[in-house]
């Protein structure tokens, strides 16, 4: 008989920020690669809702999380520069913060050998029964916090659903 895959009847939304993106000027790596991770897992998971930086992201965040899936990932948007505002649309939703996630997956890209993976602000936490967990905007970052959040998101969805520690 085989494994069930760990994420089974879990549904989740995968949001891409990123201007250039959006604008067709190159295709959505990112939400693809976890996109993909997703549904391998066994999770529920529609193509990514690609949006320019600015406003639309806090507008697909909000409609994410009032669907009320288990999981929102975001790639993109977490970096230094004046359009990266992913954290500050992300933040107003959550109700709890869970800093060891993003911790980790900064922590993971520079045991990588990727130095400048402490400069992404990417944030994580729960809006209402929701993991909103803010991913690189680099396809390397986002198979970097992928390999983080495979170890963990079975665990943390079964806790937020009221399971044991």
Not at 20 to 45: K, T
Not at 119 to 148: E, F, H, M, Q
Not at 149 to 157: E, I
Request: charged share 20%; proline share 8%; net charge negative.
């Amino acid at each position: 008989m085989s494994e069930r895959p760990p994420l089974a009847g879990r549904r989740a939304v995968v949001v891409t920020c990123s201007t250039r993106a959006a604008e067709g000027v190159y295709p959505d790596r990112g939400g693809a690669l976890i996109a993909d991770a997703l549904r391998g897992w066994g999770c529920e998971v529609a193509e990514p809702v690609v949006v320019p930086d600015g406003p639309a992201v806090a507008e697909a965040l909000a409609a994410a999380v009032a669907d009320a899936p288990d999981l929102v990932l975001t790639t993109g948007g977490t970096g230094l520069t004046p359009t990266d505002g992913t954290p500050e649309a992300t933040r107003p939703l959550l109700d709890r913060e869970v800093p060891g996630v993003a911790e980790a997956i900064r922590a993971a890209g520079v045991a990588k050998g990727v130095p400048t993976a402490i400069l992404s602000r990417g944030l994580a936490g729960l809006a209402g029964r929701t993991l909103v967990v803010n991913l690189p905007g680099s396809s390397g970052g986002v198979k970097d916090a992928l390999a983080v959040l495979g170890d963990v998101l079975p665990h943390a969805l079964d806790q937020v659903r009221g399971g044991d520690h």
